[in-house]
């Protein structure tokens, strides 16, 4: 793995955007590649314990946000692997009395990858196997929602750096999701700390976050 260090200190304007090659690394493309590498090999170290504890304290302090507390529709997602764990921040939406809405991949043939939302009441009961065995919620048992009803979107990533930018799992799923969300919806990258960079390689295409939570505090971007 290259040097993170030596990986970012050429070629990023001051807004964190890739403008040139890296110390010879190649394109933009080619350097997320070996970041996405670099963090998914730290992340997976994670015991399934040390997981659930982190987590479970990263989401006390979302959910001691004001605009969780008058949050009416919280987008969140299906953990998988060594994500941050989602399950009981879904059980505890529904318990607050909130919609809390999930992402279902759609792939249409020239269209890339792209996600609706759908507001569910049950995540064990209203979801099932999707894109790439990640449960996703049932059409059949789930209300399609306008992606301009959610109030916060929870969005999972691979790393993230202070001034928001995320780095994804590669298919830019989220960045064509995130512009239709409103203006107001506070979009929070949640991860571990060990996934926060000083600065990650990102392009025009990129959507920034309004915050990073971590189990160790919070980055208002």
Known sequence: MPDETALVSEGISDAGIVTAD???????????????????????????????????????RVCSLDQYINADVVLAYMSFGSEVSTGPFIYRCIRDGKTAALPKVEKAAGMGCRLSIYGIKDPVDDVVPGFKGILEPDPSKTRLLDP????IAIVPGVAFDVRGNRLGYGAGCYDRLLPLLREDCLKIGVAFEIQLADSLPADQHDFRLDMIITEKGTIVC
Do not use: N
Request: proline share 2%; glycine share 4%; no cysteine.
């Open 148 to 151: 301009r009803e959610p109030d």
């Open 22 to 60: 890296l110390h010879g690394w190649g394109t933009v493309m080619e350097i997320k590649k070996e970041f996405r590498k670099y963090y998914m090999e730290k992340r997976s170290r994670l015991s399934k314990e040390e997981i659930m504890e982190k987590s479970a304290l990263l989401f006390e």
